[in-house]
């Protein structure tokens, strides 16, 4: 393992340390489903990617529920061997092959939507994105150039964070009280 790679692992683990002591606070995951609905209203979005929260990640849930109710069309991931497939999300979810809960809906492209919301462990100021490590969304943001905006805790904007070359970076990051765009 190269030494960017135990880097990125070493960080992984003090980040999920972090998320396990973290209080589910309501209110934060409010204001921060308001912050993703304004920023489609501000950016005038009609199809957006987004994921279902599972582990820990800032919960976006309330913010599906407006999308949808406000004529928003949302694609979700689901996990398909080692690659991410996305559904128009209909509000319903199941249990996929990692034994969490995806949306289910009809088959869509990633390259369909206006913009991406995506979970990251961390993201820093010159838009690198740290994932789970699975590459999934990194393989997945590879074969397109859809506006990528990575989800966090407001703690998980960090100064500098490693990257590796095949890391994908990410247009802005937004949290429950912050949206910070990077020049790419």
Known sequence: MSSVAEDKAELRLKLRQGRIERQPNEDESA?????????CIDNNLRTV??????????????????????????????????NLKWVHFNG???????????????AGQLS????????????????????????????????TKVKTIAVVFDEEILMQ?????????????????KLIWFKR
């Open 112 to 143: 369909s939507v206006d913009a991406a919301f995506i979970p990251a462990m961390a993201v820093d100021f010159t838009g690198n994105r740290l994932g789970k490590g699975k590459g999934y969304y990194d393989k997945a943001l590879s074969a």
């Open 92 to 106: 319903n979810t199941e249990f996929g092959e990692l034994g969490f809960e995806e949306g289910t809906g009809k």
């Open 161 to 177: 964070i490693p990257a590796e070359p095949h890391d994908q970076k990410v247009n802005a990051a937004i949290s429950a009280s």
């Open 49 to 82: 990617a987004a994921y279902f929260p599972i582990q820990g990640e800032p919960d976006i849930r309330e913010f599906l529920g407006w999308a949808l109710k406000n004529g928003i069309k949302i694609l979700l991931p689901t996990v398909s061997g080692e």
């Open 31 to 39: 204001r921060l489903s308001e912050q993703l609905g304004q920023f």
